[in-house]
């Protein structure tokens, strides 16, 4: 009888003994593929996310009378690594007129002050894409009649339904807005959408002009000509989009070199918060499973020698028996190694299937943790200059789903482990029998 | 005819207590040696160092005239010997017929009938059959082993008194008729009595006590 079947006969004669080996080598297996897999579930979400958590830079040039051109931003969207994608934005006061230039009411109640001047002003907005302007996207604001307005647009505005309404504006109505520091700058516009907001304003020491309902958005030639007297876009700031947040230093550092622009009067800042804080956790969530991984591997080799050295020593007799017939140590070895391969065999197909249940709730579950972006706000006086930059929570970015799948890379890898710990840890435990003498056997047997 | 030879044989544990000293005897074909002595006195050693489980301090065991550790222990214990034990030694998870089938060299099935056991007696588990029953299953394993030559330790010592004279002819009968030498260590007067030649160990020396002529 040759110790392949030898093997075959102890595993399904020795039912108990076999399952709970099966049962060990299998959560063993199913830890290590687990761990595996999230790592790499991890290692695809830090390349994914610089995909999805998108990050750009804000060129602030507010300080710039001239403000920043169409030329100026096409040299900057022609940077490597710039994608394309970009939110103009321009921000002032404006007196609201009807078409027959009567002042138009502005909501006073509630505000702080109301500044000397600006009784009938409010704040404009220009943009190019009002949809991505941040009153939106995290300020509760949302349109309800007509649209956003967008880069193509011209001569357009979006007003507060309850504006509107007090002055009985419709859509498709013209009015007027006056610049309020230089009445010579005034644009007629059209109403093309209303829009209200879906939360409270925490007004505190808001002026007058602030207050949501006399807030207005344009489109950009218009706050150009508003602001600056010029009939193509001119804006303040500009949300600049990247391919890759890591290039983000790089890239500004190739937007301060493009020449005609004063840019020490100008700020850049970086956001990639959400992609640094989610990257952040990915690479923490890396570390742990990878540490996990070592201490599970070091555990499981302690603890199959543990069970494989008492097994052996349980099977004392048959190794004394097969040797005083002319059994061979390397046979008595062979047999102890096909019989738990044949058992890591089982234990490695079905672990794929138990850490496939397995790997998405623990990689979740880990990565329940949520990345914050943070966006700079600014506070104006009365004069338009800077007074202070504050750092507000304006968005939640809750990461807390990895796809984790089980590759084949990774099985085959738990596949290598799993057959080199189990040989490994075998012939550790077959070690002080190899070395005694078959009588040493004997005597202990008997 | 002469199988196997021992030639100044001493062994002792761990370098002190000599167990064997100066052995030498030679041990033939178709004959049943018995051999006795005091608990301790080394008996199972020297089975052990015949049957190749150990090897002598000092001398050497021939058999055919070869050192049986040039030849291999591991190849001398597969070749030429089987054991059979007090215990029995049989491997329990495996069938009467199975456990015959480790040695591999003559049909199970025939040599588990020619010592008495029933087919259905073959399928069973091991350890649910009787005491005498095992030991025949272990006699079986022996002979199935077509070793020339069969050492036995205490082949009767778990066994009733009926079973024991069964199990002492069956030996017998492996010596005579199958001409195999059969070297038995026993306690049993009895038993000894049955045996060509009796041997007795006394302080590590041994002695021919008896020795029947040819013919018995």
């Known amino acids: 009888m040759n110790f392949l079947k030898r093997a075959y006969l102890y595993l399904v004669r020795k039912k108990v003994k076999t399952l709970f080996l099966f049962i060990t080598l299998l959560i063993i297996a199913t830890m290590l593929l687990t761990c595996i897999s999230i790592q790499t579930a991890a290692n695809n979400g830090v390349v994914n996310i610089k995909k999805s958590l998108r990050s750009y830079f804000t060129i602030n040039a507010k300080q710039l009378p001239e403000g920043l051109n169409e030329k100026i931003l096409k040299n900057i969207l022609s940077i490597d690594g710039v994608n394309g994608e970009y939110i103009l934005r321009s921000y002032t006061k404006a007196i609201y007129l009807d078409n027959n230039k009567n002042l138009l009411k502005i909501k006073t109640e509630g505000a702080a002050t109301i500044p000397l001047g600006c009784e009938n002003a409010g704040k404009i907005i220009g943009s190019s894409n009002s949809e991505k302007d941040s009153y939106f996207i995290e300020g509760g604001f949302k349109v309800i009649e007509g649209n956003h307005i967008t880069l193509d647009q011209k001569n357009v505005i979006l007003l507060h339904r309850d504006f509107a309404y007090k002055n009985g504006i419709s859509l498709g109505d013209t009015i007027v807005i006056k610049n309020l520091e230089n009445p010579e700058l005034h644009v007629e516009v059209i109403v093309q959408g209303l829009f209200m907001n879906t939360r409270e304003q925490n007004v505190g020491m808001t002026p007058s002009y602030d207050l949501y309902e006399n807030v207005a958005f344009t489109d950009i030639v218009t706050s150009s000509k508003l602001i600056f007297g010029k009939l193509n876009n001119v804006f303040q700031y500009g949300d600049i989009y990247v391919d890759n947040p890591e290039q983000l230093d790089n890239i500004i550092n190739n937007v301060e070199a493009i020449s005609g622009v004063q840019w020490e009067k100008c700020i850049l800042t970086k956001y990639d918060q959400g992609y640094q804080n989610t990257k952040r956790a990915l690479e923490t969530l890396q570390n742990i499973v990878f540490a996990t991984m070592i201490v599970v591997m070091i555990v499981s080799f302690i603890i199959l020698v543990l069970i494989l050295t008492f097994s052996v020593r349980n099977r004392m007799h048959e190794i004394g028996v097969l040797l005083s017939i002319g059994m061979s140590k390397s046979a008595i070895v062979l047999q102890q190694l096909v019989e738990i391969f044949i058992i890591t065999v089982f234990a490695l197909v079905i672990s794929y299937m138990t850490s496939f249940l397995l790997a998405e709730q623990v990689g979740n579950s880990l990565l329940a943790k949520t990345t914050k972006e943070y966006r700079v706000v600014e506070q104006k006086n009365n004069n338009n200059a800077v007074i202070e930059k504050d750092s507000e929570l304006e968005k939640e970015v809750r990461m807390s789903h990895i796809e984790v799948t089980i590759s084949e890379l990774d099985y085959l890898v738990v596949w290598i482990v799993g057959m080199a710990l189990c040989s490994i840890t075998t012939v550790f435990a077959m070690i002080p029998i190899i070395k005694m003498k078959p009588k040493n056997i004997l005597s202990q047997m008997s | ?216």
């Not at chain 2, 001493?10 to 000293?21: A, C, E, M, P």
């Not at chain 2, 597969?78 to 030694?89: E, H, V």
């Not at chain 2, 066994?159 to 005579?176: F, Q, S």
């Open chain 2, 1 to 216: 005819m002469s199988i196997l030879e021992l030639k100044n044989v001493g062994y002792s544990y761990d370098n002190k207590r000599k167990v064997l000293k100066n052995i030498s005897i030679s041990l033939e074909i178709g004959k049943m040696y018995a051999v006795l002595g005091p608990s301790g006195c080394g008996k199972t050693t020297l089975l052990s160092l015949i049957g190749g489980l150990d090897s002598p301090n000092e001398g050497h065991i021939l058999i055919d005239d070869k050192n049986i550790e040039q030849i291999g222990l591991s190849y001398h214990r597969k070749r030429n010997i089987a054991f059979i034990f007090q215990s029995y030694n049989l491997i329990d998870y495996l069938t009467p017929k199975e456990n015959v089938a480790l040695t591999c060299k003559l049909p199970p099935e025939q040599v588990l009938q020619s010592v008495g056991l029933t087919e259905e007696e073959c399928k069973r588990n091991v350890l649910k059959l009787s005491g005498g029953q095992q030991q025949r299953v272990a006699i079986a394993r022996a002979l199935a082993a077509d070793a020339r030559v069969i050492l036995a330790d205490e082949p009767t010592g778990n066994l009733d008194e009926d079973t024991a004279v069964e199990i002492t002819d069956m030996l017998k009968a492996c010596a005579h008729e199958m001409n195999k030498c059969v070297v038995v260590v026993t306690h049993s007067v009895e038993l000894a009595k049955q045996a060509d030649v009796i041997l007795k160990l006394k302080k590590g020396e041994i002695q021919v006590l008896e020795q029947k002529e040819a013919g018995r």
